[in-house]
């Protein structure tokens, strides 16, 4: 039997399995999901749980819910290797899955700031020892952890009438790393004696978007008394440090510097850019293999780069939807995704504020929160219902 292997359960695939829950696959075929087994996270919505707007389950869905009343097959697994040449993808496990047709949604994973060279005057580390380093992704760990350090400032100030002094840093400079420091910030702002720090150069503060949405953002830095460090995130003698040189100092570190493709992929036999993602057409399907698509994260388009985000991961899904559907059929895959020029991105401000952005224009207030909270709320309403 001719075997679909959707590799991950990210936003692009989404597409596919609403799809599916409506129509009956091209006869013959089978479709396997291939994903770890904790439960779907919506990223865009995970600032908005950091500053306790939301439930931790109203951006999560168990990935049984994605595929109920669907013909999909759901395998639990961590892919750690793929060999195109082969037509299989291998498991933590030590299982190896067949496919006829693959469709890569796996994101990407942490830029490893391990690898970022010292700055020219050295690099000097913080207290390692008393630091927590949390990176972002995975997404699951993160939450774990982030919930764990909350129920401890917890637990010391009720057992203390005046809690110890907290520093936070969050390191990244992208959308994703400010919206973060500002839920921290409002989330925490109930314990005085804490500080929020975020660690970006001041070049790469919100790269690729206006400079007046970039002004915007600082703003809100301002107000809710986060200090911007204009440095990198580097490695030290014994740990993660400033390329500066300044000493980092943090009771727990944030790492959301960005992200880079799955170390897999450079010895998958696909071709990939520079930066060992995908290549893929406007089609969504790789440059070297026909029987392999890519949205998302973990792809580059070799038609033209644009930015990595969510929002490009779901415009792209009823495209990559359509083709996979034409080539189980047994039809040419034709549909084209075109990114817009512009685009409009929402960034979550810790309050109930936001920043919009279209192109050069943006503005920020309440409104704006409202509208982001429209807009996902409906979108994991529109996941779970399958409409």
Known sequence: MPTLILAGAGHAHLALLQRLRRQTLPSGWRVVLVSPPEPLTYSGMLPGWLAGHYALDELQIPLQRLI????????????VRLDAAQHQIHLASGEALGYDLLSLDVGGVLADFSSAKPGPHGAKPGPVGAMQILPVRPLDTFIAGWQAFVDGREAQAGAQSSPAFARIAVAGGGAGAIELALAAAHTLRRWPKIEVHLIAPQSSLLAGHAPGVRRAAIQELGRAGIARVDARLVRGASGPAL??????????????????????LADSGLAVDSGGFVQVDATQRSSSHADVYAAGDVCARVDGPFARSGVHAVKAGPALTDNLLARMAGRP??????????????????????????????????LEWQLKRWIDTRFMTRQRCGL
Do not use: N
């Open 333 to 366: 895959a034709t549909a084209l995704y075109r990114p817009r020029r512009s685009t409009l991105y929402l960034l979550a401000c810790g309050p109930r504020r936001a920043v919009l952005s279209w192109g050069k224009w943006h503005s920020a207030g309440a």
């Open 243 to 264: 390329s500066t040189g300044q000493a980092l100092e943090a009771d727990l570190l944030i790492v959301a510097t960005g992200a880079q493709a799955q170390p897999w």
């Open 68 to 79: 109920a009343d669907g013909p999909v097959e759901l395998h639990p697994g961590l892919i």
